[in-house]
């Protein structure tokens, strides 16, 4: 027996009628593709972050389903979805038999999530990656619980900062001087009240987004052996996330400040430091962006452009000279990376590969450019 198409045809004489469409006719035949055009690079990371079992409502590695629809997974926003929805709108777009003058790769790298060092990182650097000739990329962005849908341009510089201070050492029950605790307080507080200000900026501005305030944490606290001995160093370690138009040697400069009038013997290291932010022109010279938008407009979804507040693998793809968007199409949803109960509903995640398929369509119909050999 053969097997039948949709509409009761035989798939072989599916596949023949898809062929003869295609008009390769002499002296100007159209091929359907172009392999000396850029191409399109579909980006995910395989890696997810670590669950706290105990506050799910489902085993973060059965993929439950919920009566309503829901998914209930790690990865189940980050970012796996967006790896199955880029193979299912490409498999769709095979199968219905579409070619387009530009290639689309899909990656799927290990580590972003602690940094992609091992990952994106290394893999940029490659000959591979020269090979592929991207153009433009996609990667992931961040859901969003209204209707709209976000789309990220450009991104914070994570910079992951430990300060140590050393002082003098001595018996707990001495007003000693000069102690490696009263210093570092004095750094301490010097970042909470500059992470006070940027919190009020953006507090105060509806038109600030998170992304474009610098936002810092203290994440670590590090010293002291016994109650009643003063130790000679103590340190604190911090999260900053530094917008992407901060000038980068003012604010070194200005961390270099804040140890130095915390006194003598305070000094400060990186244990992450990005420091090559880019950002993505969101207009219509960026013709990459213009075919995303106007795909989305044709959809009818609504854009919010932002800045990606943590970091992800886009960064380093922008840095290569790779315009990238971080995109997750996850509207209607409680943004739930990283947290108990990470979940989606089915129906958001069926409307993703949807709109992937006309995204991709448009994408890799984007005419030749000047940049493209
Ligand atoms: C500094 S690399 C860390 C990358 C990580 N990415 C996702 O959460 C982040 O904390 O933003
Ligand atoms: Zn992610
Ligand atoms: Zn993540």
């Known amino acids: 027996m053969t097997s039948k198409g949709p509409e009761g045809e035989h798939p072989s004489v599916t596949l023949f009628r898809k062929y003869l ?13 172009n392999p000396t055009l850029s191409s399109i690079l579909l980006n995910s990371h395989m890696d997810v972050v670590p669950v706290f079992k105990e506050h799910w409502s489902h085993d ?26 880029y193979l299912e709108a490409v498999r769709r777009l095979k199968g219905e038999g579409h070619h387009f003058p530009r ?21 940029v650097q490659q000959p591979e990656f020269q090979a592929l000739r991207a153009g433009f990329a996609l990667d992931e962005g961040l859901a ?30 001495r007003f000693i001087e000069d102690t490696a605790a009263e210093k570092l307080h004095k750094v301490v507080t010097s970042i909470l009240t500059f992470r006070e200000k940027e919190r009020q900026r953006l507090q105060s501005n509806p038109h600030l987004k998170e992304g474009a305030v610098t936002s810092v944490n203290l994440t670590k606290l590090e010293g002291g052996v016994a109650y009643n001995v003063v130790p000679a160093t103590m340190s604190a370690s911090f999260d900053f996330r530094v ?19 915390a006194g003598e013997g305070v000094t400060f290291e990186f244990a992450q430091k ?9 207009d219509d010279s960026n013709p990459w962006w213009k075919a995303f938008s106007r795909a989305c407009k044709d959809m009818n979804l609504t854009l919010e452009p932002e800045i990606f507040p943590a970091a992800t693998d886009s960064r380093y793809l922008r840095a290569v000279g790779v315009p990238a968007l971080g995109f997750s199409p996850m509207n209607r949803t409680p943004v739930l990376l990283h947290d108990h109960d ?11 590969v949807d709109i992937y398929t006309r995204l991709l369509s448009a994408l890799a119909s984007v005419p030749t450019l000047p940049g493209d050999s």
């Open 21 to 33: 469409r295609i008009r390769t006719v002499q002296p100007k035949p159209d091929y359907g593709s």
């Open 60 to 85: 973060p590695f059965e993929a439950f389903k919920d009566s309503e629809g829901y998914i209930y997974a790690r990865g189940a926003q980050d970012m796996k979805c967006v790896s199955i929805q």
């Open 103 to 123: 290639t689309i790769h899909m990656t799927f790298v290990p580590d972003e999530e602690v940094g992609g060092h091992q990952g994106m990182e290394l893999f």
């Open 144 to 173: 969003n619980p209204t209707d709209a849908f976000t789309v990220f341009y450009s991104e914070r510089s994570p910079w992951w900062v430990r300060v140590t201070s050393t002082g003098r050492p001595g018996h707990g029950s």
């Open 243 to 261: 917008a992407p138009d901060v000038d980068l040697k003012a604010f070194e400069e200005q961390l270099q400040g804040w140890c130095q009038a």
């Open 274 to 282: 990005w420091t090559k932010p880019r950002v993505t022109p969101t």
């Open 342 to 352: 990470e979940r989606l509903h089915e129906a958001v995640f069926l409307r993703g």
